[in-house]
């Protein structure tokens, strides 16, 4: 049977030493502060938001709440989004995603303060990430992925390592997070010819392709890790799972992310590891 690396003690951790950082700060009269930005209320971003304001109260992270109207007018949300840039009180921005048609995503995105920015979604913080500077932050869930392996002490320099997926949220986030530890990536996508044939052969395989159970038994082999970031509900709507078919893969790994449980309950803890790192980068 394959370890399980579960995230609650990886985010227990976490927010340990955030607590600790966060009445540091607060001695020396910084309160981090967390803003988030919602326009609308749909259901994904009102748990994510639950979530998150429980984490963050439970480390002493503050949080305001700024919600916008579902058909607010693009000068009223961009002077908004101004004005969290501008204010020093606020440390870290998160922005909910996507925004209503009418008002312009991309235009959003490149607003955003990098500083601010603790979800990694600007040009800043990605280039951060790619550069290995401390510019911005890396997308959560990225970095989830990245303390869960650091926390079970999976070793990653010189190891083959590779990523199922490449969007900016994840797969090519964390596989230069990864490279930066000296790890050999690569990076699978829809146009990867014979993708099992590369995944049986690295020692940690990270499946962020957002395609629920698509790795079976014929992309692994015995000792491998591997990491689950995708969540979403199976085909009957009966339960959630991630990118990797579990009961096919657990028997044959070394070690393997839960789904649920695994990579998505670090991700706020390192949401309000961010805010703390950015209110610390004030002094």
């Known amino acids: ?21 966060a009445a540091a700060l607060r001695e020396q009269g910084i309160i981090p502060t967390l803003a988030i930005l919602r326009v609308g209320a749909r259901d994904d ?15 002493g992270v503050a949080v305001k709440n700024v919600v916008l109207p579902v058909d607010v007018d693009s000068e009223t949300f961009f002077n908004t989004l101004e004005s969290l ?7 870290g921005i ?9 008002l312009d995503g991309e235009r959003a995105r490149k607003c955003l303060s990098p500083q601010k920015d603790v979800d990694g979604c600007t040009d800043g913080s990605l280039a951060g990430v790619f550069t290995g500077t401390p510019l911005g932050f890396p997308p959560c869930t990225a970095r989830a992925a990245m303390e869960i392996l650091h926390h ?7 190891k083959r390592v590779a990523v199922i997926g490449r969007s900016l949220v994840i797969g090519r986030p964390v596989a230069m997070m990864l490279m930066h530890e000296n790890a050999t990536v690569t990076i699978c996508h829809t146009r990867t010819v014979d993708v099992p044939s590369v995944t049986r052969e690295a020692d940690i ?7 629920m159970e698509s790795v079976g038994a014929d992309y692994l082999r015995p000792g491998q890790v591997v990491v689950d970031v995708g969540i ?3 085909e009957t709507k009966q339960k959630l799972c991630g990118d990797v078919r579990f009961d096919e893969a657990e028997p044959i790994v070394s070690a393997i992310t839960p789904v649920p449980g695994g990579v998505g309950s670090v991700t706020t803890a390192v949401l309000c590891r961010h805010v703390v790192e ?3 980068r004030t002094l």
């Open 278 to 280: 950015a209110a610390q």
């Open 232 to 234: 979403g509900w199976n």
């Open 85 to 91: 840039n501008n204010d020093p009180a606020v440390h």
């Open 1 to 21: 049977m394959a370890e399980l690396l579960k995230g609650a003690p990886v985010a227990a951790a976490l927010c340990e030493k955030t607590a600790a950082d």
């Open 152 to 158: 079970y002490g999976v070793e990653l320099k010189g």
């Open 205 to 211: 395989v990270v499946a962020a392709s957002g395609q």
């Open 45 to 59: 971003d009102l748990s994510y938001e639950r979530g998150a304001m429980k984490r963050c109260e439970k480390v």
């Open 94 to 102: 998160l922005m909910f995603r996507p925004l209503p048609k009418q």
